[in-house]
C-alpha cells in the first residue's frame, strides 16, 4: 500500500509554531525527493520547501527563515518545522513525493518547488493561524 500522510496541522496563535509531519507507506522517502505545497481557498497551490534526495533543500522566499524543512530516515518521515507563523501561513500543507528522479534527473531543480515532478501526494492538513 503506497501512501503519503501529513498530521500536525491545527489552530495556532500569530507568532506561534508548528510541526507537520509526513509519513511514507510503501516506498522510501530517503530515495525520494519531498516538498510541502499549501494551496489557501481561492489561490493556487504553492510550494513551501523541498528536500531533495541529495539533501538539499530549497525554500520559498515567502517562508525562508520561519520554515524548516528535515528529514528522519529512520521514521520514513519528513518534517515541516514552521515558526514565527502569520495568518497568510492559513492554508491546507500538502506532503508530496517523486520517487523516480523527475526533479534531479527529468524536470531539473527548478521545478523543485513545483507541482509537475511530483507523483504521490497526501491528504492535506488544515493549518488555521488566528487570534
Known amino acids: 500500500q503506497v501512501q503519503l500522510v501529513e498530521s500536525g496541522g491545527g489552530l495556532v496563535q500569530p507568532g506561534g509554531s508548528l510541526r507537520l509531519s509526513c509519513t511514507a507507506s510503501g516506498f522510501t522517502l530517503e530515495e525520494s525527493t519531498v516538498a510541502w505545497f499549501r494551496q489557501a481557498p481561492g489561490k493556487e497551490r504553492e510550494g513551501v520547501s523541498c528536500?531533495?534526495?541529495?539533501?538539499?533543500?530549497y525554500t520559498a522566499y515567502s517562508v525562508e527563515g520561519r520554515f524548516t524543512i528535515s528529514r528522519d530516515n529512520a521514521k520514513n518521515t519528513v518534517y515541516l518545522q514552521m515558526n514565527s507563523l502569520k495568518p497568510e501561513d492559513t492554508a491546507v500543507y500538502y506532503c508530496?513525493?517523486?520517487?523516480?528522479?523527475?526533479?534531479?534527473?527529468?524536470?531539473?531543480?527548478?521545478?523543485?518547488?513545483?507541482?509537475?515532478?511530483?507523483?504521490?501526494w497526501g491528504q492535506g492538513t488544515q493549518v488555521t493561524v488566528s487570534s
Open positions: 508530496a513525493a517523486d520517487p523516480y528522479g523527475k526533479v534531479e534527473r527529468t524536470y531539473g531543480s527548478a521545478w523543485s518547488l513545483k507541482p509537475q515532478p511530483y507523483d504521490r
Open positions: 528536500i531533495l534526495e541529495s539533501g538539499r533543500i
